[in-house]
């Protein structure tokens, strides 16, 4: 079993629907990422947070510390959110390292 | 500010050869990370390095190496290349340490497939 799970691992929706992608992981962890990745593109970082909630612009971020469980919301989504979603989490080890474990992925297909 | 920036984009390698894949950021950041990303597989780290002069494994070293002379780079040189190392290859920079605010910032990725 992987240290971090996404679900789904594909979603298509249609263009303004409300989307969530979830995340849950089985290690202590001193933070979680959402990242974004386009087709033969390079990986940006949408979030890093360690608590609570976060917003930028029409996507949301939640994270609950208790329940090892992360979410990513879209609002009003739209054909250009097509991507691979990521979620990853420093696991709070100890050390200094700050490595990443990665989920692997939730592809999202956004259709006008 | 150029980020993260990583050479070549794409290569093509037969079995035995050598390369190495360039990394250069120019934030100052101390943190500096190479992954691989494999088809239906989370990212793996390979190598990393919390400052120049130091460099750790990470999950998957074998077949690769790293240097870190400077604070600005960190190559990963592939010896040897075999079919099992065809993959897509990201390096990241972070600010901090484990307990960091901060977040990552990854390169633009090397496709490579060896053949």
């Known amino acids: 079993k992987n240290e971090v799970e996404q679900s789904p691992q594909n979603l298509t929706a249609q263009e303004g629907e409300f989307i969530t992608i979830n995340c849950s992981y089985s290690?202590?962890?001193?933070?979680l990422h959402w990242l974004q990745q386009h087709p033969g593109g390079g990986i940006v970082s949408l979030f890093m947070?360690?608590?609570g909630k976060k917003k930028h612009g029409r996507l949301i971020a939640t994270i609950n510390i208790q329940e090892k469980h992360s979410s990513l919301h879209i609002t009003a989504s739209h054909p250009r959110d097509s991507a691979v979603y990521i979620c990853?989490?420093?696991?709070?080890?100890?050390?200094?390292?700050?490595?990443?474990?990665f989920g692997t992925g939730t592809l999202l297909a956004v259709q006008p | 500010n150029a980020g993260v920036t990583q050479t070549p984009k794409f290569r093509i390698l037969k079995i035995g050869q050598s390369m190495t894949l360039q990394c250069t950021q120019d934030?100052?950041?101390?943190?500096m990370y190479w992954y691989r990303q494999d088809p239906g597989m989370g990212l793996k780290l390979i190598y990393y390095?919390?400052?120049?002069?130091?460099?750790d494994k990470g999950e998957v070293p074998n077949g690769y190496n790293v240097s870190r002379s400077t604070t600005e780079d960190f190559p990963l040189r592939l010896e040897l290349a075999a079919p099992s190392q065809t993959s897509v290859y990201f390096c990241?920079?972070?600010?901090?340490?484990?307990?960091?605010?901060?977040?990552?910032?990854f390169g633009s990725g090397t496709r490579l497939t060896v053949v």
């Open positions: 990241a920079s972070g600010a901090g340490g484990a307990h960091s605010i901060y977040g990552y910032t």
């Open positions: 290690v202590g962890i001193s933070a």
């Open positions: 947070l360690s608590s």
């Open positions: 990853a989490v420093r696991e709070r080890d100890g050390g200094a390292t700050n490595k990443l474990i």
């Open positions: 934030m100052n950041h101390n943190y």
């Open positions: 390095s919390v400052g120049a002069g130091i460099t």
